[in-house]
């Protein structure tokens, strides 16, 4: 039976004998061993004898089921499963946080038998496993996608915009959307620029480690953004993950000032040329910079700029990098350019005659540096005055990521080469930074 999560016919008739569903509290006794722990779902592949539990620590083990094998219930779960109910109206009311699920780690399983991660749990299994968020807030779950992040494109951006602007409108004090983390800060980005003046949070979480694999940071994640959610003073497009790779605590990163820069530690992300906003731990949430955009008090004040255009090219600068790539966009129509550059904003020196062609076109070409710290400085050396001369916009200390969502975001409202040029020189969500705070 599906609502089994994969488990044997066996094992199947004996949950069902003892009244056990998934998320129950129960024991296991097996060669005069007890094991106590939450029933986890299973995924459909692996050895279906065997019972996953999650234990208090937070680890998950699996148990190998035979006929000695005892299974007894100690405690209903007062999560989704054995609450359905109550979940179902979670989905149609007005909380105070909407948790908005789009897919990513975070709602997904393993695959034991080939070790990959694909998504499954729904937002109320989320809910479900993290029962702690509705004693910090009332919580609206909330449906949307159930992709991996690298599916993600702008056409989703802008929906996930206009679901959070919903969600403002009808009540919620912060949204929360759970995202795969390969690609979280650039949709953090961009709803940062997308909604603006709303009247709490955007706040994006993931995992790197699935919710049913052990040690998996999902848990503290999800919570640590609930808290965000509910009591940060700042209403920014921001990331909670954890801030180290123990379950201690999570950092509150600006979503335009964040880059993942692990593939697969718990502290994948870090705040780029700025300091975090807030550290999540022990349940209190602690500010760590003052320069935050406040909450408004009316969710009529809302800005809603939900639209990107996809024509934008970011190209990364290397040695022996071919400058044709650039006169290629300008045949391919696209309507702005990227420049990943090195060090200060430099290019090869063939690639500036193509530079200022693609700008003669009508086409803005941003450079920005593929340095994780510091900013670009087009006046030091030649070649950086070079560009400037040739039409290029420097984009200060911007990354990579947020200069290209925020190009895709201006020319969605403006092609006019110098209102384009003004508007990504302004400061919208201190994604610049007049001065290197780092």
Known sequence: MEKYGGYSQEIIEVLEKEGIEIYDKIKIIKNGKEYVGLLMPRPFYGDPCCIVIKLSNGYNIGVAFNEKT??????????????ATEVDELEKSTGEVAIVNTGGTISSKVDYLTGAVYPAFSTKDLYGMVPEIKNIA?????????ILSEDMTPKHWEIMAKVACEEFKKGAIGVVFTHGTDTMHFSAAALAFAVQRASGPIVFVGAQRSPDRPS?????????AVITAKKAPFAESVIVMHGESSDTYCYVHRGVKSRKLHTSRRDAFKSVNDVPLAKVENGKIIILNDRYVPREEKPDNISLKAKFDEKVLLVKVYPGCNPEII???????????????????HVPQPMVKYVEEAVSEGIPVAVTSQCIWGRVNLN????GVELIKAGAIPCEDMTPETALVKLMWILAQTRELEEVRELMLKNFVYEINERLLL
Do not use: M, Q
Not at 70 to 83: A, D
Not at 216 to 224: E, G, I
């Open 327 to 345: 006169r290629w966009a300008i045949d391919c129509k696209y309507h702005g350019i990227v420049l990943e550059a090195t060090g200060l904003g």
């Open 138 to 146: 009332s919580i609206r779950a909330r449906p949307l996608f159930n």
């Open 216 to 224: 998996s940071d999902a848990f503290l994640n999800l919570l640590s």
């Open 380 to 383: 030091v050396y030649r070649r």
């Open 70 to 83: 005892k299974v007894i219930l100690l405690e209903k779960s007062t999560g989704t499963r054995s609450r």
